[in-house]
Antibody, heavy 116, light 112 residues
Framework: QVQLQESGPGLVKPSETLSLTCAVC?????????WGWIRQPPGKGLEWIGT???????SYNPSLKSRVTISADTSKKQSSLKMSSVTAADTAVYYC?????????WGQGTMVTVSS | DTVMTQTPLSLSVTPGQPASISCKSG???????????LYWYLQKPGQSPQLLIY???SRFSGVPDRFSGSGSGTDFTLKISRVEAEDVGVYYC?????????FGQGTKVEIK
């Protein structure tokens, strides 16, 4: 059974870069999976941020593309999200999920607050 | 972006009664490959979203058969045949036919 665990700073200052990691815990090779990132502002709905595919290519939501980089390190079984120039509008719970077109397995999410 | 509109936004249901949530897309979700990439998720209070239905009507592993999905084109429906207390939460539809994938705004289901 695949399990995902997000981690990273819970507080980021405005204009700085948000950096999160998603650790993949499973008993099988994870290099064949695609990993997506989704966020949810407090009390609001879900927004797809982007996906890193098992071959290393990426796809980003155009609304965030200029500020986002998603990568995967299969040797470490983890995916990373970096979002630059953050503002208060980026305050949200950030989830990583296995992307099989549907997001079928989700991490528990990590809350990130952007504040000085 | 493809706008996904859910109705109602909230729903209060007596246990054992049916419930239905509508999801309408701004354009047809029928892909050129013949598939329709419409999904349903449930986010229980304090939890991550969980996949219920994929490709309109297929139940994900472990999802009770009281949940069913239907629809085509731009109109889709999630039905719960007999609501149970554990079904409370916010239900989201999501499309992945058109880039970027987008979610509905969510429908909150509570028990009367």
């Amino acid at each position: 059974q695949v399990q995902l665990q997000e981690s990273g700073p819970g507080l980021v200052k405005p204009s700085e870069t948000l950096s999160l990691t998603c650790a993949v815990c499973d008993d099988s090779i994870s290099s064949d999976y695609n990993w997506g990132w989704i966020r949810q502002p407090p009390g609001k709905g879900l927004e797809w941020i982007g996906t890193v595919f098992h071959g290393g290519s990426t796809s980003y939501n155009p609304s965030l593309k200029s500020r986002v980089t998603i990568s995967a390190d299969t040797s470490k079984k983890q995916s990373s999200l970096k979002m630059s120039s953050v503002t208060a509008a980026d305050t949200a719970v950030y989830y990583c999920a296995r992307d099989v077109s549907a997001f079928d397995i989700w991490g528990q999410g990590t809350m990130v607050t952007v504040s000085s | 972006d493809t706008v996904m509109t859910q109705t109602p936004l909230s729903l209060s249901v007596t246990p054992g009664q049916p419930a239905s949530i509508s999801c309408k897309s701004g354009q047809s979700l029928l892909h050129s490959n013949g598939k329709t990439y419409l999904y349903w998720y449930l986010q229980k209070p304090g939890q991550s979203p969980q996949l219920l239905i994929y490709e309109v009507s297929s139940r994900f592993s472990g999802v009770p058969d009281r949940f069913s999905g239907s629809g085509s084109g731009t109109d889709f429906t999630l039905k719960i045949s007999r609501v149970e207390a554990e079904d409370v939460g916010v239900y989201y539809c999501m499309q992945n036919t058109h880039f970027p994938r987008t979610f509905g705004q969510g429908t909150k289901v509570e028990i009367k």
